[in-house]
């Protein structure tokens, strides 16, 4: 008897574990505060230490900006809460902060240098998923920078009692657009084969191209006028990077093939008038 006593015990062991192991972390009484309302949409990640955590990323390119809810789920009788969402003033800035599913009697937010403060103080209390607030960012730094965007807890009461939560951060990137696209065309198609040409003098005297020591001359075009410049391919990338240019043609010189047929119309329509004038 004692040892199918104890062999159920261990059943029922085995069972619980298999339960608590295998049962998703918003599923039990722990609270999720997340930039992400669907926790599968998040992305699994590798720290420095090898460590997997879940991570939600956002990007916009330099000067736009993006949208970024908060959100906390898997609450029972909240009631109090105190919230930091920390990034790198100096990488992204919120511009907007949107109230979320609480009315604004109920909670208060607080931006300061490099982070918002939400918090949370009712007599009432919130069970379930809700949208504390979403935050406008704008990306203020250069391509490819990143700013982490982490979340600070200083309470969490639900009944004044604490409540067990977790966090899940995000990251913020600024993309960075390709070389094609930065171009946007303002750079004739010619010089574009030009750049990737592994035999520069060969593809010049191909297309005409003036080139000396490895320079090719263009024509830049701008608000003010046009002007010519020998450059190199990084100083021909660069080019195409100034905002100030509108166009970025070979330069072609003074070629008598392009006048030779008015010319030559020129000189016939000056024979006719000569001809008949005789004959008068």
Partial sequence: MEGIIMGAGKVILLIFLLFFFLTPIHSLNV??????????????????????????????????????PIFISNVVNLSNATIFVKYDKNIIEPETILNGDFNFSYIRIDKF???????????????????????????????GETSSLTFEVEKLLANSKEVPYKTIDGVFNIKVKEFKEKRSKKIADVLEEFIKAENKSKFAGDYNLEIEDDKVKVEITTDEGKEQKEVNVDELKNLTENQSIIKIEPYRGFNWGDYIIPIVLLFIILGLALIYKGLR
């Fill in 31 to 68: 609270a999720i505060i997340s930039f992400e309302k669907d926790l599968s949409e998040n992305l699994e990640v590798l720290t420095a230490d090898k460590t997997k955590v879940l991570t939600t990323l956002f990007s916009a390119e330099k000067n736009e900006t993006k949208e970024v």
């Fill in 113 to 143: 240098t490099d982070k918002i403060k939400i918090t949370l103080n009712s007599n009432k209390s919130f069970t379930g998923d809700f949208l504390l607030a979403s935050v406008i960012f704008r990306a203020i730094g250069d391509e």
